[in-house]
Structure formats: structure tokens, C-alpha cells
């Protein structure tokens, strides 16, 4: 299946949450000076105008970056994340673009790393390519990013951010995104995964991430957003990041954008709640 397009939901609260969580992730790993690889799934088109057809269809941005885009008061966590927006947005005076997670790590790259990013949608792909040219420090792969992320790993660098990042389109996905996880994990156990999830029907996300916590594997982090409570009802309801081997002060870095996030960000019909749990530990 290849329905899905990122461009309907970028700039929603999800995003939000996992581009400041990202970003920061990337900063911390970059205090020390030796290289990275980073590695994208599901990596999209890049960057997204929030004027065309999928941003306009859903308008999902509004309550997401749209709530942050005018704010001056915000901390430093997410500060950085609305700079890079706002420099994606350089050459216009209102939010007229979103920056997709390949660009935001582009902005962030130092001449020793490096991006190896996957896309399957073939117009995505091109997209993708398109936007990053022939730049040296970045690879653009048409295909299977599950397949691609167990053949990168491990790295030259020995050092490397995984973002996964999947549509979860299909009901397999979820046990294949855990089972895919956990042979990286085995392949390059030093690596920073960042696992996207949406919740839907929790059951269904709860399971995959049981599997992940049962796998044996220490350092598990849980940073998760709900805009509404649980509903049997279509739709989000929560979007989080399942994070393994986070690095150093990104859970007291992720409570501080949670708790100003909450309140901007909660469904202005029902409360919403989030959490930062170590689900499992050293």
C-alpha cells in the first residue's frame, strides 16, 4: 500500500513533538566532536507546503505548529525546533512551509556526519531526491526502509540517530517495525532508535511496544502525547516517541517541551495528558 502522503499531516501535533524531540536528540549526540549516521525509514518529501492540497485538506498544521509559529516565550528545548522552522521559512513573512525530519537533520549537520535516508512512495522519492541534490553527505534510497535500516547498520562511524517513522498503514506493521527494531538493536546495540508511534486503538500500539519491552533490551524511554483521551472512535488520540539508548538528559529535556506543549497543543474540547517514563532501565 502506498496511500500514504506525509503532506496531510505535517506540522500537526505529532510532528511537533517528534521534530523538537529529534533535534535535541541530535544536539546532545553532537558534543562530541567524532561523526554520526543519520538514518530516516520513512524519510517523505523533505519539506511540505502547507498551502497545497494535503496541508489545506486537513489543516491539521493549524493546531500544531500554528499554535507555536508567533510565540516568543518559549524554552530553550523548543526554541531550537521553532528556529528551524523559521529558517525554513526564511525568504516568507508567514508559516507557509514545514520542514520534514530529513531537512530539520539537514539544517543541523556538521561536515562530519552524514544522512542515509529511505523512502518507498516513488513520487516522495523524487521529492526527496530532488531536494537534496548531489549533496555528498547525503544518500537517497527508493525502497524498504526496514530493509534499509538492518543493511546500515552497524555503521562506519559506530555512532548513529535512527529515526523509524512508518505509516502504519497496515496492522503487520506494527509487529514488523518491533521485530525490525530489535534485529538493529542486535546488529549496532550502541545506536539511538526513535521509534514514532501513533495511537489509534491502544491495544494494537500497546503490543508492539510490550514486545520491545520484553526483548531484553535496556535503556527503553517512553515520551508520549495525548490530545484527547482513548477512544474507540477513528482516529489519533496520542502520538509518542519510544526511544532506546536516549541520550544523557533528553528525559528532563522532553518533560520541559511536554509541559509547555501540553496546554498549547490538547484538543481545546477535551483534555489531553502526556508522561515520560522509563519503561525499562539500565
Known amino acids: 500500500m502506498l496511500s500514504y502522503r506525509h503532506g496531510y499531516h505535517a506540522g500537526n501535533y505529532a510532528d511537533v513533538l517528534k521534530h523538537a524531540v529529534l533535534l535535541q536528540a541530535l544536539t546532545l549526540l553532537q558534543k562530541k566532536d567524532k561523526g554520526l549516521v543519520y538514518i530516516d525509514t520513512h524519510a517523505g518529501a523533505g519539506g511540505y507546503s502547507l498551502s497545497d492540497e494535503f496541508s489545506e485538506k486537513t489543516g491539521e498544521f493549524r493546531d500544531g505548529i500554528g499554535r507555536l509559529w508567533q510565540r516568543d516565550d518559549l524554552p530553550e528545548s523548543l526554541q531550537l525546533y521553532l528556529e528551524n522552522v523559521r529558517h525554513f521559512n526564511e525568504s516568507h513573512d508567514e508559516l507557509g512551509f514545514y520542514p520534514g525530519s530529513p531537512a530539520l537533520v539537514d539544517m543541523n549537520l556538521r561536515p562530519q556526519d552524514r544522512m542515509l535516508i529511505h523512502e518507498l512512495h516513488p513520487s516522495d522519492q523524487q521529492l526527496l531526491t530532488e531536494y537534496f541534490g548531489k549533496d555528498p553527505q547525503v544518500k537517497c534510497i527508493e525502497g524498504d526502509g526496514l530493509h534499509g ?4 547498520v552497524p555503521p562506519k562511524e559506530r555512532r548513529g540517530l535512527v529515526l523509524i517513522d512508518p505509516s502504519y498503514e497496515i496492522k503487520s506493521d506494527y509487529e514488523l ?3 525490525t527494531l530489535i534485529k538493529a538493536y542486535r546488529k549496532f546495540a550502541t545506536g539511538v532508535y526513535m521509534l514514532w508511534y501513533p495511537v489509534v486503538h491502544r491495544q494494537q500500539t500497546e503490543a508492539m511496544l510490550s514486545r520491545l519491552k520484553e526483548s531484553g533490551i535496556r535503556r527503553q524511554l517512553r515520551i508520549e502525547q495525548a490530545i484527547k483521551p482513548d477512544s474507540e472512535e477513528f482516529g489519533m488520540t496520542a502520538a509518542g516517541l519510544w ?9 528532563e529535556i522532553a518533560k520541559e517541551m511536554l509541559a509547555t506543549l501540553q496546554p498549547l497543543l490538547a484538543s481545546d474540547a477535551e483534555p489531553g495528558s502526556y508522561r515520560v517514563v522509563w519503561e525499562v532501565g539500565e
Open 149 to 152: 535500516l538492518l543493511a546500515a
Open 177 to 179: 517495525v518491533a521485530e
Open 243 to 251: 526511544i532506546i539508548n536516549p541520550p544523557w538528559q533528553l528525559d
